[in-house]
Structures are given as structure tokens and as C-alpha cells.
């Protein structure tokens, strides 16, 4: 089944822990995404990577970090989580200079 | 600055009556618009693009660079258009999006 999926799909943990979400695209797409959803279903890029080099890097705090260990992966790393960072993560995928590819999200409750 | 306006949070029409999600950017080079759709606990979804000119489900957008908008239409909605939309501009050769805070689209029955 040709997608992005992004694991796991619901995320409950506390403030202080780390955690991470991974992102897995089998479309052999050379450009991955994160986007952030917040509460008000508002929808902004956080990173993105290219042949896996980071190309866009929002302005983001350094707690976020992402990784690439290749093309068909783009891994979140969240540390010291604070409730602010509660949304739903999308991981995304393209072909450059062509339409997004989402994932189904994850949602992260920080409690 | 590149911005996207979704003015409408919410939009709510009836069964059959004729919709228009409203968009307008601000951009100063020649931008790329996109609407994605995002139904009820699915993923975001690329519904059309201006380049491709076409319509899906029914739906249209044209760009108008007059009024800096791209509008979203259909002549006559069914509730399974009932969804998150969002108008989408492209920046650059980054290939990054530009997203509007979202329009949630209701068909009443």
C-alpha cells in the first residue's frame, strides 16, 4: 500500500518526557515534511527535508529536532515536552515542485 | 510577506445549494495556489491546483490575479462535501506551502 504513514497515531505523555514520532513514505518521493496543527486546526510547516538535507526550518524551538536517516524517512524528536506542544503532527511527502502527500497525523496530548 | 486569508471559520449551506470557500494571498512573485481537504479523521488531501485547471468532485478554482484570490466553487453541494478546507499557497522553489487558517464547510441535509 503506497502512502506516508506516521507512527503512532496517538500520543499521550507528560510534561518533561521526550518523545518521537517517525515517518515512513514509500512513494519514492525526495522531499519530507512536518507540519504542525494546532487547536485551532491551523496548519504550519516546521521542517523540511530534501535527499536528507534540511531545506526549511521554521521557526521552531530546538526541542523539536528531526531526523533523516534516509530518503523515505523523516523522524520528530520532541524533548522536555510542555503542554503547548499538544497538536496533531503531520508528516507530508513530495516529489519536488509537485503536490503534497499527508500522512494521517498524530496526535500528541501533553498533559 | 506571503500570507493566505480564509476569512469564513465556518460555512454552512444546505444540500444542493451553491458553495464558495473564499481565498485571497498576498504574494509578490508569481504564485501557485492549491486547495487540500481534509475529511472528517483523514489526512489532508490535495483536492485541485490552478495549474491543472480541472475540476474534482464537482469543485473549481480559478485564480484571479486582479483580486489577488482563488476562490473555491461548486454549483451544488452534497453533505459529503462536508469537510476541513484549505487554500494553499506555494512559495518559491522550496516547494514549501503557505497554508489559511481552514474554512469548515457543513451540508445541511
Known amino acids: 500500500d503506497t502512502a506516508v504513514s506516521q507512527t503512532p497515531k496517538y500520543l499521550v505523555t507528560q510534561m518533561g518526557n521526550d518523545k518521537s514520532i517517525k515517518c515512513e513514505q514509500n512513494l519514492g518521493h525526495d522531499t519530507m515534511y512536518w507540519y504542525k496543527q494546532d487547536s485551532k486546526k491551523f496548519l504550519k510547516i516546521m521542517f523540511s527535508?530534501?535527499?536528507?538535507?534540511?531545506?526549511i526550518n521554521e521557526t521552531v524551538p530546538n526541542r523539536f529536532s528531526p531526523k533523516s536517516p534516509d530518503k523515505a524517512h523523516l523522524n520528530l524528536h520532541i524533548n522536555s515536552l510542555e503542554l503547548g506542544d499538544s497538536a496533531v503532527y503531520f508528516c507530508a511527502s513530495s516529489l519536488t515542485d509537485s503536490p503534497l502527500h499527508f500522512g494521517n497525523g498524530t496526535r500528541l496530548t501533553v498533559t | 510577506a506571503q500570507r493566505v486569508t480564509q476569512p469564513e471559520k465556518l460555512l454552512s449551506v444546505f444540500k444542493g445549494a451553491p458553495v464558495e470557500l473564499k481565498c485571497n494571498y498576498s504574494?509578490?512573485?508569481?504564485?501557485?495556489l492549491f486547495w487540500y481537504v481534509q475529511y472528517s479523521r483523514q489526512r489532508l488531501q490535495l483536492l485541485l491546483r490552478h495549474i491543472s485547471r480541472e475540476s474534482i468532485k464537482g469543485f473549481t478554482a480559478d485564480l484571479n490575479k486582479g483580486e489577488t484570490s482563488f476562490h473555491l466553487k461548486k454549483p451544488f453541494a452534497q453533505e459529503e462535501d462536508s469537510a476541513m478546507y484549505y487554500c494553499a499557497l506555494k512559495r518559491g522553489a522550496t516547494n514549501k506551502l503557505i497554508f489559511g487558517t481552514g474554512t469548515l464547510l457543513a451540508v445541511q441535509p
Open positions: 504574494y509578490s512573485g508569481s504564485p501557485e
Open positions: 527535508y530534501n535527499n536528507k538535507e534540511l531545506i
